[in-house]
């Protein structure tokens, strides 16, 4: 799970960047924080940048494939 300490630098968003699940290898449309959807796993992915490949982390068959998920978005300035 995510952390930050100082919560007037991070602030509650119901962006529609959130809802979407991107595939493995996918253009990265907003930098940030994405979750895998189906196991947890966190990584940070620059704009323009791929995200993370099918290969990245290992599934339990149960898992599934890898969606990623934005969790933090980095908005710039
Ligand atoms: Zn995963």
């Known amino acids: 799970m995510a952390l930050y300490k100082y919560d007037k630098w991070v602030k509650r968003s119901d962006h529609e960047a959130f809802d979407a699940l991107h ?3 996918a253009t990265t449309p907003d930098s940030g924080v994405y979750r895998c959807e189906n196991c947890g796993h966190e ?6 940048s791929p995200l993370p490949p099918q290969n990245h982390h290992q599934h339990t068959p149960g898992q599934g ?13």
């Open 23 to 25: 595939n493995p290898g």
């Open 43 to 48: 990584v940070v992915s620059e704009k323009g």
């Open 65 to 77: 494939r890898i969606e990623w998920r934005l969790l933090v978005f980095a908005r710039g300035k």
